[in-house]
């Protein structure tokens, strides 16, 4: 059985529906990429994944259907959402932001032990934790949100737009964590992306979003080499 599966999904703000009955799956311990151009149905697939926007169809996870579930419901079952804009509380210090983090935990010992592993990852965490958020660079802010999202022990995080507006050799050194964290402790990532290539070289699987509907879904590797996808997206 799937980590994730989500089968006929719909979602709509208000009368103006913007998923068409998508299918999505997330395997166990899994790095799944979705891709698609801006207004294509990226966010909102990962707002209706986590119960912030009205969705209907259903959401299976590890078998629990999700759908109709409020968002801290949601989070306390193991997915974690990393919102486009990082969604760092700038006025609050690095460590307040992952104390935030860690809201579903109330074992002090557990806490502070997914804190020390959070930070091996991010070690500059350390000496930044009394410093606000919205004073750390943007790429800072995007590791302190991932870094928050991690402390709650998720066992699916998805991610939306992580390299929007960062310099290439940021994004790079995301991804190389993100990869290390799946690897080393089996979180699975739904990856919601602009940015197709890099996407694809993290991902084992890719799902192509326009305007609501998959167009095209498939190991990454296949997708990297598809006409169609190389034209309107990777650009050769």
Request: glycine letters at 12%; zero cysteines; charged letters at 25%.
């Amino acid at each position: 059985m799937a980590l994730l599966q989500a089968r006929g999904l719909h979602a709509k703000y208000g009368e103006s529906e913007v998923l068409h009955g998508i299918d999505v799956e997330v395997e166990q311990g899994s790095i799944v990429a979705l891709l698609g151009a801006n207004g294509s149905g990226k966010t909102t697939t990962l707002r209706a994944l986590t119960g912030a926007v009205r969705a209907s169809g259903s959401v299976l996870f590890e078998g629990k259907d999700v759908i109709g579930l409020a968002p801290e419901e949601i989070a306390r079952l193991g997915i974690a959402h990393v919102p486009e804009g990082r969604g760092t509380l700038g006025s609050f210090s690095v460590r307040e932001n992952l104390a935030m983090g860690a809201y579903t935990m109330r074992d002090k010992k557990r806490t502070k032990a997914r804190y020390d592993k959070i930070v091996a990852y991010f070690p500059w965490l350390v000496e930044r934790r009394e410093q606000p958020a919205g004073l750390l660079s943007g790429g800072e802010q995007q590791m302190l949100a991932i870094a928050r999202a991690l402390m709650m022990e998720p066992r699916l995080v998805l991610l939306d737009e992580p390299s929007l507006g960062l310099a290439p050799i940021i994004v790079k050194r995301i991804f190389e964590i993100l990869r290390t964290i799946n690897r080393e402790d089996g979180v699975s990532i739904l990856l919601a992306e602009q940015d197709a290539a890099a996407a694809l070289a993290l991902a084992g699987q890719a799902y192509v979003l326009e305007t609501g509907r998959i167009a095209l879904h498939g190991p990454s590797a296949d997708l990297a080499g598809n006409e169609r996808l190389r034209k309107s997206y990777l650009g050769y």
